[in-house]
């Protein structure tokens, strides 16, 4: 998933709830504007320098994996 700093209409905003440094990858937690929902997002280290929390960040899903928030399996994978 694509993170910027520099928002299309295409892509999706969120803010930045937190980071966590997992090696050469970080994983990123945000959350939709005016949305309930929770995302993950798995990018490599250099697409994550200069996230902060609360920061508003735009993401464009290509792939990804959806889960269901009660059961935790997953619902569905796209652009695989």
């Known amino acids: 998933m694509n993170i910027t700093h520099e928002p299309s209409s295409q892509d ?3 803010r930045v709830y937190t980071t966590q440094p997992m090696g050469s990858e970080v994983l990123v937690h945000l959350k939709p504007e005016n949305t309930d929902l929770d995302l993950m ?3 490599p280290e250099e697409q994550c ?3 902060k929390s609360e920061m508003i960040v735009a993401i464009n ?3 990804g994996n959806i889960f269901d928030p009660v059961s935790e399996e997953l619902i569905c994978s796209f652009g695989f």
């Open 49 to 51: 320098l200069g996230l």
């Open 61 to 63: 899903p290509k792939r």
């Open 41 to 43: 997002v798995k990018n």
């Open 12 to 14: 999706l905003h969120c």
